[in-house]
């Protein structure tokens, strides 16, 4: 493809993919797409975004598209039209869909014709409107001569995600930052044209845009798609011999470790033979258990590379490429990536071995919790983002050690609140108090699980109790956040000052686990 429209951008991302117009850049369900095509069909989605104007302004435009080249080429085409892209999971209930469309501002949606219904509610709600996928690839970039300069300083992506308090907050990447955040990938794993990554994660998250997707179209390399994960079609794929990297969180391991005992022995070799030759498989979101570690080694010949980040600052630590991968260690500072540990008042680095809270600084860092001023300025000691997870180094490498906050739980590599549980939870009438936290798991990593009052003239059931709040979050809340056990408590353990003492909580699942276990 000559010089065009089509590739001339001011966006690095766009003007790094015109390098491999030929090469395959995505396969879905419907075949292989070239980057020429991609970069065509967002060129297309920018033309129809921005109409008559010239600029979409950082005007936040949200899209629930299905994983494949359509998802990819809504994204760029909102980027490359200067708007703020805002993706939608098309697992999320209404309520959910319409706090972010809501509080994102959005007032256009684009949106796969399969997910009119369930999007249809929420969108009306919140004052917005659809734009259909299909219309929005129909733009005609050919009658423009230009799309607008988007420099990096620009806003780019927000992303929901849940923090101690409240609802999911919007957390503002740039394009300079997104960028960043790839370099360092791209460098630290090398990346290079000749990958192809099999992609089975959720599309509003970090983990699955910029790590897999992002990093893979930045390389020129190739990003095969699946609609969802699915344990024995992962296997097919990793032992087919055209995959060289997998990126997965420590869940989708285990349920891949579950799904090769399950397999014929005879069978097993050939799984355990074609997954040998990948070059890279990466674990992150959450902690690999050192047995998941050694399994996969075992079965594989491969040491996950386990690495550490957030949404707020992309990646930040990571056990190396080549050289040591240390089972229940997440490595070294990523290049260009700053890290420091304080102590509990943030007024001292600790020392060698010492626990500290981790802090990081780096050019991948979030702009700002969208319209959130002041949770953007709590977030910050100085110029160093605070994560609230803690960590030691302990021969150079950093091992997580946890959250200082009970309030978040990790499960199935989503970040949830179990305030945000709380509050629903405390609107059905059969309910007088509850406290909801993570109990270990070692599917999930960790469980959501409630302790519950409930009211006076309540008579039901512990069983079916649960049955009925699950069924009352999956209305509200995501899939992940719904409670999966339950104990009734006559009230709930308090501290002196009258607050929940959530490891005791805790307790209640963990010691009746060891009973059921013990018979
Ligand atoms: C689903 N189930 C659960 C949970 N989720 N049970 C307990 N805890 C859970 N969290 C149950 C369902 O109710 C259902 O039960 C059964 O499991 C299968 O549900 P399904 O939704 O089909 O599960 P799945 O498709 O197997 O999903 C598991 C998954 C998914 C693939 C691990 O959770 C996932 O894609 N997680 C990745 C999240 C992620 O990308 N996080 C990155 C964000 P039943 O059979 O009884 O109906 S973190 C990030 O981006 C930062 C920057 C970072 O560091 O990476
Ligand atoms: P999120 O807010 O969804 O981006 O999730 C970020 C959080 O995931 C971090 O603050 C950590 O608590 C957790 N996390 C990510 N990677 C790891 C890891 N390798 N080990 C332990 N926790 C991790």
Redesign the pocket.
């Known amino acids: 493809m000559k010089e065009s429209l089509y590739t001339t951008s001011s966006l690095a991302m766009v003007r790094s993919a015109s390098r491999f117009e030929g090469r395959v850049a995505i396969v879905d369900r419907h075949g292989a797409h070239p980057y020429g095509d991609l970069l065509g069909a967002s060129a297309r989605v920018a033309d129809a975004l921005l109409g008559e104007r010239p600029d979409l302004l950082e005007e936040p435009v949200a899209f629930m598209v299905q994983p494949g080249v359509d998802y990819a080429s809504v994204l760029w085409g909102i980027w490359r039209a200067g708007g703020i892209a805002v993706p939608l999971c098309q ?1 999320h209930p209404g309520p959910e869909l319409e706090h972010m469309v809501r509080d994102s501002g959005a007032r256009r949606v684009v949106c796969d014709a399969l997910f009119g219904e369930t999007l249809g509610t929420a969108v009306e709600a919140a004052g917005a409107r659809f734009l259909p996928t299909k219309e929005a690839k129909r733009g005609d970039a050919a009658r423009r001569r230009r799309l607008p300069d988007v420099e990096p300083f620009r806003r780019a992506l927000i ?1 929901y ?1 849940s923090g101690s308090t409240g609802r999911p907050k919007g957390v503002v990447s740039t394009h300079g930052s997104l960028t960043a955040q790839i370099e360092t990938l791209v460098e630290a794993w090398g990346w290079t044209a000749e990958d192809r990554i099999l992609h ?3 599309l509003h ?7 897999a997707l992002l990093c893979a179209l930045w390389s020129g390399a190739t990003c095969e798609m699946l609609p ?4 024995a079609v992962v296997w097919e794929r990793l032992s087919s011999g055209d995959v060289s990297v997998f990126m ?2 420590p ?2 391991y285990v ?1 891949l470790i579950a799904g090769w005992e399950d397999t014929r022995a005879s069978e097993r070799a050939t799984l355990s033979r074609g997954a040998r030759d990948l070059r890279l498989m990466v674990s ?3 902690a690999l258990p050192t047995h998941a570690f050694e399994k996969w080694l075992e079965i594989t010949g491969h040491e996950l590379l386990e ?5 707020e ?3 930040a630590i990571s056990n190396p490429l080549d050289g040591e991968r240390r089972p229940g260690y997440v490595g070294v500072p990523l290049p260009g990536v700053s890290v420091r540990l304080v102590d509990e008042e943030g007024g001292r680095i600790t020392e060698e071995g010492e626990p500290g809270r981790i802090q990081v600084r780096g050019p991948g860092l979030f702009l700002e919790y969208w319209k959130r001023l002041e949770e953007t300025r709590a977030a910050y000691q100085d110029a160093w983002f605070d994560t609230g997870d803690e960590a030691a180094v302990e021969g150079g490498y950093y091992r997580i050690l946890g959250r200082t906050s009970v309030d978040i739980i990790k ?5 949830v609140s179990a305030l945000e549980i709380e509050n629903v939870l405390r609107g059905h009438p059969a309910i007088s108090d509850c406290a909801v936290v993570g109990v270990p ?1 070692p ?2 990593g960790e ?2 699980c409630v302790a519950v009052v409930p009211a006076a003239a309540d008579e039901r059931e512990p069983g079916e109790l649960l049955e009925e709040l699950k069924a009352w979050t999956e209305e509200r809340l995501a ?2 956040k ?1 409670p ?1 056990d339950l104990r009734p408590v006559v009230e709930l353990p308090r501290n002196a000052m009258g607050k929940v003492t959530k490891p005791e909580v805790q307790q209640m699942f963990v010691s009746k686990g060891r009973a059921d276990a013990d018979g």
């Open positions: 697992e992303l995600t089975v994660l959720p998250h970090t983990h699955g845009i910029v790590n969802r994960f699915d344990p997965a969180v869940t989708i349920k992150g979101s959450a690495r550490y980040g957030m949404t600052i992309g990646m499960t199935g590599g989503y970040k798991d599917e999930w469980r959501v899939s992940y719904v999966r």
